[in-house]
């Protein structure tokens, strides 16, 4: 029995030096900067850039910056968006915006100081000298048209705006891989929700033993980084293989139709945007995908944007036949103001700040017409 204990404890021992160097060589790794350690560094739960809102909705976590490949980076201001701090209350005489969409809007791989919603807020005195304009972006990257309009829903609501964009319909293309959806949010289009549903539970019940592990532990987040490389090769394997269904199409529509009538509803004119796209000059048709958010390849991706496009214009229209404040555009720019298909340079954010100030003058020249006196402008 003194052997088998000896024996046991020797082996125990050696398991506990041998995690030892391995955590420690994982680490090693990560400060080196090597990809895959890299990647488990950031798997840190108590470092997440996203928290939970809402009705299955995720934004980001007050006072966190988010990273871009490129060395530029995003900050989280203390209500939990990109950009300065606006108050809920609305002093007389500011006109507010509201930018709803994904990571195009939200400005992925561009500086706070180059988004959509900076250039907007240069923009907007030079144009009518005098009057305040906020403009608040409440877009994130991976949101799709049921994101949107939860983040108005919630968020965009309670800044009582006087604009709202909603420059959306590419993160939504990734929904055709699903048959049949059904009302949203169906299930299977929420991104990020398992993670969001431990993170709704622990602030029930308290924390769980494993996200303090893997808060502590390089290597208890193993595990975790091996299942998001697996899912990520079976998703690019599914979508590549995958006949695109129509009801994304639906799905689509129901959502920009619902964000629609909450901004009406607190008073918002509302401009419907189809964002840019370089994916046919940028890409063969034939070429397979290269994002999350393809589907099949660069041809059936664009395609199917375009057919979403189209839905969003039927809705600007019936919107506009029913008398409400709704105008749709489709702006293109050149193939140098693209960071990829998608996401925008500096000079590619400025384009599209141009575009939204112009499809929404006239909305703008109305309200200001109607705004008496000075008004004190709020320091941001």
């Known amino acids: 029995m003194r052997e088998l204990a000896k024996r046991a404890l020797t082996a125990a021992f050696g398991l506990v030096l041998g995690l030892l160097v391995v955590e ?20 840190d739960p108590f470092a997440f850039l996203y928290e939970p809102f809402g009705n299955f909705g995720y934004r980001e976590r007050p006072g966190r910056m988010e990273r871009y490949y490129n060395g ?20 007389a005489g500011t006109y507010r915006i509201v930018l709803l969409g994904g990571s195009t809007t939200f400005g992925y791989g561009v500086n706070d100081p180059e988004t959509i919603d900076a250039q907007m807020r240069r923009l907007l005195p030079a144009r009518w000298p005098g009057h305040c304009f906020e403009v608040v972006n409440l877009a994130l990257g991976g ?25 959306s319909g590419i993160n939504d293309v990734r929904n055709a891989q699903f048959a049949r959806l059904g009302d949203p949010p169906d299930p299977r289009t929420l991104i990020w929700e398992p993670v969001m549903r431990t993170m709704r539970d622990e602030a029930r019940n308290g924390l769980r033993i494993s996200t303090i592990a893997q ?40 959502n920009v139709k619902r964000t629609v009538d909450v901004a009406v509803s607190v008073g918002a004119a509302v401009i419907l945007s189809k964002p840019p796209s370089a994916l046919s000059i940028r890409n063969q048709p034939s070429d397979p995908p290269e994002k999350s958010y393809w589907i099949r390849d660069a041809g059936t991706t664009e395609e199917y944007r375009r057919r979403l496009a189209a839905r969003m214009r039927e809705i600007a229209e019936r919107q506009r036949e029913s008398h409400r404040r709704v105008r749709y555009i489709a702006p293109e720019l050149p193939q140098e103001q693209f960071l990829d298909d998608a996401h925008l340079t500096s000079t590619g954010n ?10 929404a003058a006239h909305f703008i020249e109305a309200t200001l017409s109607t705004t008496s006196g000075q008004p004190s402008c709020p320091s941001s």
């Open 24 to 43: 420690g060589l994982v680490r090693g790794a990560a400060s080196l900067d090597l990809d895959a350690a890299s990647r488990i560094a950031r798997r």
């Open 72 to 91: 530029t980076f995003a900050i989280f201001n203390a209500k939990g968006y990109r950009g300065p701090v606006v108050s809920w209350e609305k002093l």
């Open 350 to 359: 400025r384009s599209m700040a141009h575009h939204f100030i112009e499809a």
């Open 143 to 167: 949101y799709d048209s049921y994101q949107d309009y939860e983040r108005m829903r919630v968020d965009g609501t309670a800044f009582a705006p006087d604009l709202v964009v909603l420059n």
């Open 215 to 254: 808060h502590y532990s390089y290597l208890a987040r193993v595990p975790g980084y091996v299942g998001e490389i697996w899912g990520q090769r079976q998703g690019l394997r599914v979508i590549q293989m995958t006949e695109t269904d129509g009801s994304a199409i639906d799905y689509f529509g129901i």
